[in-house]
């Protein structure tokens, strides 16, 4: 089995700054892509960045300049890093992974708890 862990959330002001974190634990192989997603109350959850193995990422256009997806693949440990934050980025964001574990040949897909960050003054 294996577990996404992640940490960073919290409150933030307006224009404020945050990094998550999410660890990757189990009897991990390897793993493909890796992101963020957030779920904001009475809306659906929607991608908001990912990074393949080979470091190509992708933005959802709201955070495009304001976010940055980044990746250590020898920890199995995902960040964003999220600057000029608006209280519309108000949301539970979750981590996400393509994990291929130990005796495996296939990927499957594998969500975290979630982190909540909320912006407001």
């Known amino acids: 089995q294996v577990q996404l862990v992640e940490s960073g959330g919290g409150l933030v002001q307006p224009g404020g700054s945050l990094r998550l974190s999410c660890a990757a634990s189990g009897r991990i192989a390897d793993i493909n892509t890796m992101g963020w997603y957030r779920q904001a109350p009475g809306k659906q959850r929607e991608l908001v960045a990912s990074?393949?193995?080979?470091?190509?990422?992708n933005y959802v256009d709201s955070v495009k300049g304001r976010f940055t997806i980044s990746r250590d693949s020898a920890k199995n440990t995902v960040y964003l890093q999220m600057i000029s934050l608006k209280p519309e980025d108000t949301a539970v964001y979750y981590c996400?992974?393509?994990?291929?574990?130990?005796?495996?040949?296939?990927?499957?897909?594998?969500w975290g708890q979630g982190t909540q960050v909320t912006v407001s003054s």
């Open positions: 990074m393949s193995s080979h470091d190509m990422t």
């Open positions: 996400n992974a393509d994990v291929r574990t130990q005796g495996s040949i296939r990927y499957k897909n594998y």
